[in-house]
């Protein structure tokens, strides 16, 4: 299916959707069995209680379906919209038990999606004029990392690694424990060349004179700038470190910026030229969108 990430098959989410409705539900809904005769149909609207970007409707529309396939469906917006707060983007009709069965786990995955592609178009927009990527890490909730960084891309970010397997990442640990720059770099070059693996190898550097130790080593494709910036208690964003980096780096390597970025820090990040930013905070302390969904007997 076109409409599903890459790295998200419609299996993958059949399944995730699957194992969280058993969580939920358990061997049934007491409440709604108890309360709800039936044979009972109703209609519930989606509504936007705050201005945002909405990623998850797809998901949503599965899981509804996951619960009762002929509980009818209809959006008005799309996955990556720019709703405004009162803004009712959706409608679901049928069977009230099943609709009622569906609900948390629909809005739940909705609501932080959406929350994901909010905080994502805002760094995006942040980052103009500048041609400054937006990343995403790997600080998301286990289990529901394919829907988080789907959620960054549906806001216009970028999808960094999707895991360990993807990409070869040598950060601070690994250069201790390799024993220094140059000793990871090759160990990491020989390792694809014997395994023929043609993975992007990227190393962090926190220090100019490990940006140079870097230059001078070569052989990596992405140099990880990490904290070289710094906010002062009077607002003022100090660059000048990641500055020189990028500079001394050029063209040689792509660049990309680490700690400290927020929304107020963006513009000054992405002026020094560095080619890309990632915000663990995207994923692992997103603020969920206020969506509710209301229901009214047909």
Same mark, same amino acid.
């Given at each position: ?6 790295? #998200?098959?419609?299996?993958? +989410?059949? %399944? ?12 049934g ?37 996951? !619960?009762?396939?002929? +509980? ?6 799309r996955?990556?919209?720019?709703v ?17 069965m569906?609900?948390?786990?629909? #809005? ?18 942040? =980052? ?12 998301? !909730? ?9 959620? !960054? ?16 990442? *040598?950060?601070?640990?690994? *250069? ?31 220090? #100019? ?18 904290? %070289? ?12 470190? #990641? ?21 107020e820090?963006?513009?000054a990040? =992405? =002026? ?16 969920? %969108? ?9």
């Open positions: 299916m076109d409409y599903l990430p890459s790295y #998200l098959s419609v299996a993958d +989410l059949d %399944m995730l959707i699957t194992r969280a409705l058993a969580e939920d539900i358990g061997p809904d007491a409440t709604t069995q108890a309360t709800i005769p039936p044979t009972t149909t109703a209609e519930a609207h989606f509504l936007a209680k705050e201005d945002g970007v909405l990623a998850g409707l797809y998901v949503a529309e599965q899981v509804m379906h996951a !619960v009762n396939p002929k +509980l009818n469906v209809a959006w008005t917006q996955d990556g919209a720019a405004t707060n009162g803004t009712v983007f959706g409608t679901v009709k049928g069977h009230a038990r099943s609709l009622l569906a609900e948390r786990l629909a #809005l739940n995955l909705l609501q932080r999606m959406s929350g994901i592609a909010t905080a994502t178009r805002a760094l995006v927009e942040a =980052a103009q004029p500048h041609d400054t990527r937006i990343l995403d890490t790997r600080k998301t !909730v286990p289990g529901l990392r394919l829907l988080d960084k789907w959620a !960054v891309r549906l806001g216009g970010g970028h999808n960094h690694r999707l895991g360990l397997y993807d990409q070869i990442l *040598i950060k601070d640990n690994h *250069i201790a424990a390799a024993g220094g720059i140059p000793q990871a770099i090759q160990a990491a070059q020989r390792w694809c060349r014997s395994h023929h693996h043609d993975l992007w190898i990227e190393i962090e550097a926190r220090t #100019l004179d490990e940006v140079d130790a870097i230059i001078a080593t070569g052989g990596v494709d992405i140099v990880l700038l990490d904290n %070289m910036v710094v906010r002062h208690d009077d607002g003022i964003v100090d660059t000048s470190m #990641l500055a020189e980096a990028v500079q001394r780096i050029g063209t040689r390597f792509q660049t990309e910026a680490s700690g400290n970025v927020t929304l820090t963006v513009p990040i =992405a =002026a020094t030229g560095v080619d890309a930013l990632s915000s663990g905070a995207l994923t692992h302390s997103v603020k969920a %969108m206020d969506i509710s969904l209301k229901i009214q007997l047909q």
